[in-house]
Every structure is written in structure tokens, then in C-alpha cells.
């Protein structure tokens, strides 16, 4: 996600008129301990998710409902009492007691299920290890009326992580952290999908998938859709969009633009046009065939984006300035490779994505990787620092630390290895961490790697602490 907080124009204003030297590193001796960066045991899952999942939008009453099963692996090194998912839908900003879970099976029998806030636990089953499973349910969600990344308004529904998604399993455990308006708590592994979805013939359905067939009967359609190695499987419904759509490298991208946007397409294409080749060059290959940037309107108040598999949403209709749409759209496409290819933990180690996404698109949209405009870091909140380190009077300080701190932070790591091996250690993070959980220590291995400096004394001093993700 992108929320801006400081008007783009102000801090180019600024640009040039301050002369705000490095932080001071601290002078600590001792370096990173292979413990401390090793990562090889950690263990990810379920693994291998395969959602099949057919469901209905009710537009006059503003609910899905649906059945879905999901196929996963037990890879955790111990049989399985239970698996838990995360619900969105059920979150209190959208209401709260928005969801429904019901028949609740798996392998084929009835397991207990409880739905407390976001959390669905269900238990009683035995899943040895190795072994692969089948968890089955039946699903309502109500969609608030809300210009949000879920909710609806007038014509337009987003979806965003609307369907149970299985928690993930990892070193801490399962990860079922609450919902997080400001940022993002959705945490998954790579997986399949396979979604039947059901809505008013009139509407255009966007998806993160791939159209596979369409029927229309009567005043309702239905689309077939399939997505690969993708971590969430994102709907947006809305009037029919006018659409562009131009091949960049071997992606076919297409812009989603509502009446009067045309001058708004055109810049959000010409950004595509102009960073994804950097981005596939620096961070690797885009491996699906398409990309789509898609008109939101997700209210006055919120000036920035959303990122999901495969297609990506801009506020259009609230952000008039052509460099501010063109930075946004940058910053979700960058999103593709750190949240999308690369995952993380969006809630405890939310600069892993967002750092490395504003850095990206800074460096790719204006060319530079000195980022002069950003004259101050805050550090009264650590780069390391989880969401609910934060406390809620200081979400302003979440996106200066995680947005523009974190960008300065490897602005800086540029000038401390050289372009040569900057690029090349943040290439080599990109490819080793694709489809995978990548971590602060993943990260910092891989950068301590591409250099014989030590660099914790260069991280600590940027506010950003190994131990803290550590436990
Ligand atoms: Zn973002």
C-alpha cells in the first residue's frame, strides 16, 4: 500500500535546500553471527496451498458467498491438531461479524471450527507430517459499504482478501496478527488458485487471474479464472472500464480507467512502460503474463494505491498531480517483486516491502538513488519495528519510518557498497527469496555477503536491529 502523508510536492520543494549529512554510525565492533543471519531452518507453511474456490456476488444485499477447499501440505515436521486461517472480512473496521464459516470438513470430515474476530481455528484433526490435506467450508462475507480496499461504493466492489486464507506457520508460530488499516497484516505463502466467481452481468470482474472461460445466463455471469504462484487472489467489480493496453518486455499490462481518466491512464502507462524494465533488470524476471493497473476509488482521504498479485489499484479520482500518480503507480507495480514474488511478514517486518518498494520506484521514477528530498528520518521507531510496536497516535510515524526512512536507509547502503555490488546483492535477494518468505536476516545476509566490511554497525545505525525480528 501507498498512503502518502506529506503532499509529494512539498518535499520536492524542499529538495535542494537542505544539506542533511548521513547519521553518525555508531562505532559497534562486533559483527553479525552466522546464528543471528541463518535462516535454512525456518520452516514455512502449509505448504503448497491449492484453492478451488466458487462463489457468488450478491450485489443487492453486498455479499459473497461460497464454498472453498484448499489442498495444502502438512510441511511443519509434526502431525497437524489444527490449522488456522485468517478471515479479513470478520476485521472491526469493516464492521466486525461480517463473516460466516460453515460445514467445515477436512479430509472429508467434519472438523470443529470456531470464528473469533479474524481467526478461524479449526480443530480436532490429525494431519501427519508429510501428508497432504484437504480442509472444505462453506463462506458468507458481508462487504461494507466503504471506498476501501474491501467494501463497496456505488457500482465498485473490492475484494481485497476476501476468502479464509490459511495462516501461516513459521518460526513464531502460526500468524494470525489483527487487522491493520494503515499497512497490511495479509501474510501468506505461494499458492494456487482456481476461482469460479458469480456476479451481475453488467459489472467487469478484474482479477488476479487468468480467464479461462465466461458464461452469461440471463443477468448473471460467470468466469473461470486460474492464477499460479501467487500469494492472494484479488476481485474488483465495477462498471465496465475503458481499458490500454500495451506489451512491456513479455508482459501484456493493462490500465483500467473510468470515464474522464484518460490523461490518467496515459501517465500510469507511461510509468509502467518506463519502470518495469528497470525493475525486471535490477530484480528479476515478471513471471506471469499479465499486469494490470486498475482505477479505484478508495476515498478522499487516502491518496495512494494497493498491491495485490497481478493487478494493482491507484485512488485515481483522488490523486490529480501527474507526479503523484505516476509515483504511486510505480510503487505498486514495485510491489510485484517485494510482497508478490518476494514475500514477507507484512506485520512484523513491514520495511522488508515497503522499504525496498519506495526505493525501488523512487529509483526507477526519478532516476537517482540519492533521494535528496527526503531531508529527515525519523527515528523514534526503529526500521525493525513490528505494527504494534507502533502506537496508534503514531501511524503517521509508520509511514515516514517504513516508507521514505527505509528508501533513504538503502539509499545510503548504495553509497556504503557501490553500484556494483548494491545492485547485484539486491538482485541476488530478489531471485533467492522468489515465491518464498524472506526475512530482516535474509536480507541482511545476503547484503553482509556482497561486501568483507561489516556491516552491522551500518544497519544499527539506520535504526534497523537484527535482534528485534529475531526471538
Ligand atoms: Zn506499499
Not at 462463489?55 to 484448499?70: I, K, Q, S
Not at 510503487?331 to 510485484?336: C, D, K, S, V
Request: aromatic share 14%; hydrophobic share 35%; with cysteine.
Amino acid at each position: 500500500m501507498l498512503k502518502r502523508l506529506v503532499p509529494l510536492l512539498l518535499i520536492i520543494t524542499l529538495a535542494g535546500c537542505t544539506d542533511k549529512s548521513e547519521p553518525a554510525t555508531p562505532p559497534t565492533a562486533d559483527s553479525y553471527t552466522a546464528d543471528e543471519l541463518g535462516t535454512s531452518t525456518i520452516v514455512y507453511g502449509p505448504a503448497a496451498p491449492y484453492y478451488t474456490i466458487e462463489a457468488n456476488y450478491d450485489e443487492t444485499t453486498h455479499t459473497v458467498t461460497g464454498r472453498m477447499t484448499v489442498t495444502f501440505v502438512n510441511n511443519l515436521g509434526e502431525p497437524l491438531d489444527e490449522v488456522l486461517f485468517n478471515v479479513w472480512p470478520n476485521a472491526d473496521e469493516f464492521g466486525g461479524a461480517g463473516a460466516d464459516v460453515r460445514d467445515v470438513r477436512v479430509d472429508g470430515q467434519p472438523a470443529e471450527a470456531s470464528l473469533e474476530g479474524t481467526v478461524l481455528t479449526v480443530s480436532g484433526v490429525s494431519i501427519a507430517e508429510g501428508a497432504t490435506a484437504e480442509a472444505e467450508l462453506e463462506f458468507t462475507v458481508k462487504v461494507p459499504e466503504q471506498h476501501d480496499r474491501f467494501g463497496w461504493s456505488y457500482r465498485q466492489t473490492s475484494l481485497g482478501s476476501w476468502f479464509p486464507t490459511l495462516a501461516v506457520h513459521d518460526n513464531h508460530g502460526w500468524n494470525t496478527p489483527p487487522y491493520f488499516p494503515y499497512g497490511e497484516s495479509f501474510y501468506s505463502v505461494t499458492g494456487t488458485f482456481d476461482v469460479t466467481f458469480s456476479a451481475p452481468a453488467d459489472l467487469e470482474i478484474l482479477a488476479t487471474g487468468g480467464e479461462q472461460s465466461r458464461t452469461e445466463d440471463g443477468s448473471t455471469q460467470t468466469v473461470h479464472f486460474t492464477a499460479d504462484d501467487v500469494r492472494d487472489f484479488f476481485i474488483l467489480l465495477n462498471t465496465p472500464y475503458h481499458t490500454i493496453q500495451e506489451q512491456i518486455g513479455g508482459i501484456e499490462v493493462t490500465v483500467a480507467y473510468r470515464d474522464g481518466e484518460d490523461a490518467a491512464a496515459q501517465t500510469m502507462m507511461e510509468t509502467a512502460r518506463d519502470v518495469i524494465p528497470r525493475y525486471e533488470s535490477w530484480f528479476g524476471h515478471y513471471p506471469w503474463e499479465t499486469l494490470t493497473i486498475a482505477s479505484a476509488d478508495y476515498s478522499s482521504d487516502f491518496d495512494g494505491g494497493m498491491e495485490y498479485p497481478r493487478l494493482v489499484t491507484v485512488n485515481t479520482p483522488h490523486i490529480e498531480d501527474d507526479e503523484e500518480l505516476g509515483v504511486t503507480a510505480a510503487h505498486e507495480i514495485a510491489h510485484q517483486w517485494f510482497y508478490s514474488l518476494v514475500g514477507s511478514n507484512p506485520y512484523r517486518e513491514p520495511w522488508l516491502d515497503e522499504s525496498l518498494t519506495t526505493f525501488a520506484s523512487y529509483a526507477a521514477y526519478y532516476d537517482t538513488t540519492d533521494f535528496d528530498w527526503i531531508e529527515t528520518v525519523a527515528d523514534d521507531y526503529s526500521l525493525t519495528s513490528s505494527v504494534d510496536d507502533f502506537e496508534e497516535d503514531d501511524y503517521d510515524r509508520y509511514g515516514d519510518i517504513m516508507y521514505d526512512g527505509g528508501a533513504k536507509m538503502l539509499s545510503y547502503l548504495h553509497g556504503e557498497l557501490g553500484d556494483h555490488a548494491f545492485w547485484n546483492a539486491l538482485r541476488a535477494y530478489a531471485v533467492d527469496r522468489k515465491y518464498k518468505i524472506a526475512t530482516t536476516a535474509d536480507f541482511l545476509r545476503v547484503m553482509q555477503e556482497a561486501t568483507d566490511e561489516n556491516l552491522k554497525p551500518f544497519f544499527e545505525g539506520h535504526q534497523l536491529f537484527i535482534d528485534e525480528t529475531l526471538y
